[in-house]
């Protein structure tokens, strides 16, 4: 049997904060969500039969703060969030291998990226959908085309593409069917993220 992996930890570290009067990330609610992070890579593994998490991976990319005067700096913030993310991907994918063994975690991990396939597979500029309204502005689908097709290689392992590449992708403004809906196009990207975390 290969010996217990350590628990993933984020390490303790002071962020930054904006110059007064500037605004940032609301501190009390930062502090607030990194110790529900801390507290469900600290709590005892579950027994066996037994799944559960205080918080999941996916919630990190989906964390919300309000808007502060002097408060955390944002990109101070998501560097700490994205290492937050790592963590709970590796505790999940070692609660997986630990409670329901590997097949159930490549069972999972085949899932998510036939998920992916099925997009990245479409024709350039009909992966996604276009934004409802002709002059609604969206994702230049040119882009998000070469992205997808960098995520295809991936998938092949024919070129590498890393979790923060996907995380720092931006994309030029477009309109009607020269541009895809933002919404799809940042659900995709978190999904893919996923993918390459679970990879890993």
Do not use: K, N
Not at 86 to 99: C, G, K, S, T, Y
Not at 123 to 130: D, K, L
Not at 164 to 179: D, N, Q, T, Y
């Amino acid at each position: 049997m290969p010996p217990e992996q350590p628990a993933a930890r984020i390490p303790a570290t002071r962020i930054p904060r904006c110059a007064e009067g500037a605004p940032g990330y609301d501190v009390a609610e930062v502090d607030a969500f990194l110790t529900r992070v801390r507290e469900t890579l600290e709590a005892p593994g579950p027994a066996p039969g037994e799944e559960r998490a205080l918080l999941l991976s996916t919630q990190v990319r989906a964390a919300v703060f309000s808007r502060a005067r002097g408060g955390y700096r944002p990109e101070a913030v998501d560097e700490v969030l994205d290492t937050a993310e790592d963590a709970l991907a590796a505790a999940e994918r070692e609660q997986v291998l630990r409670l329901r063994g590997p097949e159930a975690w490549q069972q999972h991990v085949d899932a998510l990226a036939g998920l992916l396939r099925g997009r990245i597979e479409r024709p350039r500029t009909q992966r996604f959908r276009h934004p409802a309204r002709s002059r609604a502005q969206g994702y230049s689908a040119a882009h998000v085309d070469v992205l997808c097709e960098r995520l295809g290689a991936r998938l092949r392992d024919a070129a590498p593409l890393a979790p923060a590449e996907l995380r720092g992708a931006v994309f030029p403004p477009a309109h009607g069917e020269r541009s895809y809906e933002e919404q799809q196009v940042d659900a995709f990207l978190d999904r893919a993220v996923q993918l390459l975390l679970a990879l890993r």
